[in-house]
């Protein structure tokens, strides 16, 4: 009998650390079930105990099963539930990629996107094919052959075509160059109040500010429209020099047909105009008038004139000085076009 009872004892222990490891709620019942069984072993002995100790004991059981029924999770939903919380931090770190991913796409674009304005905006042009790329503005008012001014934006500039230099029409000492008055009447006839098209050089201004730029009319370059007239020269300042080899044979081909500056013999060349080498002697056969009676000669500049900066050089002369004027200095000519202090 003593065999039977730790048998069965030893069942229930084993049964109820069963129901104890479903779920831990049964462990009341497993000690209910042990209380039980230490007030049997008492009764046996003749000590005091508990009255039914069995039935404690008993209850005990029940008490594990049915806690173990009320608490178990089923096998499905307790797998289910790391599954569910795996899938839910996935979906949340695939989120925190996604959103990140489209942040980067978007810089990306938008990088794309300035990338291809700048490109468009330094992409050299064709001369007979301006895109419409270029900056549209509209010409104000015609300064003289190769320097007019604008409305761009709103505001006001004065704009220097590239590559191309006219005769002057403001001259201290030798008054209008030659050809100087034909080149500003073509670029007013052409120019002035009409919408126009700029492509700025690479360097975009001069040290006077003015906007440098080629300047397109029509579909057509206007700078290249002044050398095949003849009324403009050729002429370089690095490094807006990416029509150079065009603007030389338009200006080759109006000087071998000899017409507008080109008619004149040594009057222009690379490094300017020489007005003052063009003068015809009268025919040494030709009979000698008279000489007039002396005139008063108008004031002329001292034979050494000194200004330290252009400032004080334009209080005297406004619109600057050629080479030939005793106020020429090589400081106030920065840009080396022979004429100092110019505006």
Known sequence: MKAIRYTFITAGVLFLLTTVAVTPW???GLLLFLYGCYQLAKQRNGKPHLPKPR????????L???LAFIFVEPVEEATQKPVETEEKTADHKQEKLTKKEKELAEREQALAKKEKELAGKEKALPADSPSSGLIPASVTRVVDGDTIKITLDGRQETVRLILVDTPETKHPRLGVQPFGQEASAFTEEHLSG???????????????????AYVYI????????????????????????????????IEAAAKAKKIGIWSIENYADDNGYHANETKQQAPADKPQSAP??????????????????CTELR?????????SHPAYESKHDRDNDRWACER
Do not use: C
């Not at 039935?55 to 029940?62: N, R, S, T």
């Not at 009409?194 to 440098?212: F, S, V």
């Not at 209080?315 to 080479?323: A, F, N």
């Open 26 to 28: 049964a462990a009341a």
């Open 64 to 66: 594990s099963v049915i």
């Open 315 to 323: 209080k005297v002369h406004p619109d600057g000085v050629p080479d």
């Open 218 to 249: 029509d579909g057509q370059m206007f700078n290249q429209l002044l050398l095949e007239q003849g009324l403009a020269r050729v002429a370089v300042y690095p490094p807006n020099t990416q029509y150079l080899d065009e603007m030389k044979e």
């Open 55 to 62: 039935w404690i004991a008993a209850f005990g059981i029940l």
């Open 292 to 309: 007039p009676a002396p005139q008063p000669e108008p004031a002329q500049p001292a034979d050494s004139e000194s200004y330290q900066n």
């Open 194 to 212: 009409k919408e126009i098209k700029l492509e700025p050089g690479i360097q975009e201004r001069d040290r006077y500010g003015r906007l440098l």
